[in-house]
């Protein structure tokens, strides 16, 4: 077992290359990953190997850099993935074996965000930027302890699944409240209060609706818009 007791593990390159974390069956303190890089190729950070314990997780991702959770039955006490630069491509986060951590905390300068979740995950309280889509596998449960997610009127926040049938969002209690949100064949669950305004719903169930308010447009002097 890799122990470093109250140490931080730190890791950074500058080269455009993907990056892999593997420590199977590890337990780490807390851990930080900065990529440094500038390139605008997309390029992976990839956290592999089974049953890895690690503290509070931090990756500093300086541009096109993707995020893979590939280690299975990993723990985490906290995640936080910030993108500090001004670029506007799309940032992807995939969950693609079952994760467990605390606190899920994406922030980003500019550009969209999305999370991808293959298999049931636990997390703590997660706050996502603005317009966040979220896509997580049908049949499978994203449980949590709380969700902060919200759109606005140009760009709204999605939960969707990635059939038909239905995905699973719970919560076990308190309120959820998400604005400018988008909903595709979620099930949303767990005993908390899922609420939504300024919302467009299909094939939802669980969730209090309020639909997104009418809006008025005047064309002026032929040239508005």
Request: net charge neutral; hydrophobic share 35%; aromatic share 8%.
């Amino acid at each position: 077992v890799l122990n470093i007791g109250s140490s931080v593990l730190k890791m950074e390159s500058n080269l455009p290359l993907t990056h892999i974390i593997e420590t199977p069956g590890k337990t780490l303190n807390d851990v930080v990953i900065n990529t440094l890089s500038t390139t605008t190729s997309i390029i992976d950070v990839q956290l592999l190997g089974t049953s890895a314990i690690f503290g509070n997780l931090k990756i500093k991702n300086n541009n096109n850099f993707r995020t893979y959770f590939n280690a299975g039955n990993a723990s985490f006490t906290s995640v936080n993935i910030i993108y500090p630069t001004s670029n506007t491509n799309l940032k992807t986060i995939y969950f693609n074996t079952s994760t467990t951590m605390g606190g899920f905390t994406v922030t980003t300068a500019n550009g969209l965000t999305e999370v991808v979740t293959l298999l049931n995950n636990t997390f703590g309280d997660i706050l996502l930027p603005n317009s966040t889509t979220w896509t997580s596998t049908s049949g499978r449960t994203q449980t949590m302890t709380g969700l902060t997610l919200n759109g606005t009127c140009a760009a709204f926040a999605v939960l969707k699944s990635n059939t038909t049938s239905a995905t699973t969002f719970s919560d076990v209690s308190g309120t959820n409240t998400l604005d400018y949100l988008q909903t595709q064949y979620v099930t949303f669950t767990g005993g908390a209060t899922w609420q939504a305004t300024n919302a467009l719903t299909s094939n939802t169930t669980g969730l209090t609706v309020t639909p997104l308010a009418g809006k008025k447009y005047f064309w002026i002097g032929n040239a508005g818009n």
